[in-house]
């Protein structure tokens, strides 16, 4: 099965600052890289995503970054607001994206 | 959007009994659902793939009698915590794709339902 690291696990700064967080899969058949942001309680929400034959996305202030051939993927954040903390989960997936298997978490705290 | 409802938000139950949480899909048809379970402070795990019509798919480690599928219809899958214990108690969230739309549609999910068990 599909293993998923996720780094780091908090993550601390200032606002303005830029965010990273990468996420490290060991399944070569993984074809749907997607980001998801958490707020406690609620649903996890899709912020990003990328397929396989595409290196890079970017939407604003939110870009994933993708290199198949080391197998990970990282989440950039740039002009980090306050109302980006939350928790950032990766997800990568084989079979379009259907079986999603989460990678442990990222706290993000965006410092005011 | 589409869109994913689950029900109840919140439920206190007793050990030992049963607890049942729909998952439905408001606005397109899904022939295969998904349940996930998180505990406090960690990441959310698959338990199982719900399939409209078939037996559900459950992950490694997970007890398909006390967890109980059923995906009677293409908009409604529920799940059903049996004998509940308070070790149940977790946040549950089902998960779901408009099987019209195309491979590349995300994945909508239900608010969640934080079960717990006294």
């Known amino acids: 099965g599909e293993n998923v690291e996720q780094h780091p696990s908090t993550l601390s700064v200032q606002e303005g600052d830029s965010a990273v967080i990468k996420c490290t899969y060991s399944?070569?058949?993984?074809?749907?890289f997607p980001w998801y942001k958490q707020e406690l309680g609620k649903r996890p929400q899709l912020i990003i995503d990328i397929r396989s034959n595409v290196g890079e996305k970017k939407d604003q202030r939110i870009a994933v970054t993708l290199n198949k051939t080391a197998k990970h993927f990282s989440l950039h954040i740039t002009e980090t607001q306050p109302e980006d903390s939350a928790v950032y989960f990766c997800?990568?997936?084989?079979?379009?994206?259907?079986?999603?298997?989460f990678g442990a978490g990222t706290i993000l705290r965006v410092k005011s | 959007g589409a869109v994913v409802s689950q029900h109840p938000s919140w439920v206190i139950c007793k050990s030992g009994t049963s607890v049942k949480i729909e998952c439905r899909s408001l606005d397109f048809q899904a022939t295969t659902m998904f349940w996930y379970r998180q505990f406090p402070k960690q990441s959310l795990m698959l338990m199982a793939t719900?399939?409209?019509?078939?037996?559900?798919?459950?992950e490694q480690g997970v007890e398909k009698d006390k967890f109980l599928i059923n995906h009677a219809s293409l908009t409604l899958s529920t799940l059903t915590v049996t004998s509940a214990h308070p070790e149940d108690s977790s946040f549950y969230i089902c998960s779901a794709r408009d099987s019209a739309s195309s491979y590349n549609s995300p994945l909508h999910f239900g608010n969640g339902t934080r079960l717990t068990v006294t």
């Open positions: 719900s399939n409209e019509g078939s037996k559900a798919t459950y």
């Open positions: 997800a990568p997936a084989t079979e379009y994206g259907n079986k999603l298997v």
């Open positions: 399944d070569s058949a993984s074809n749907y």
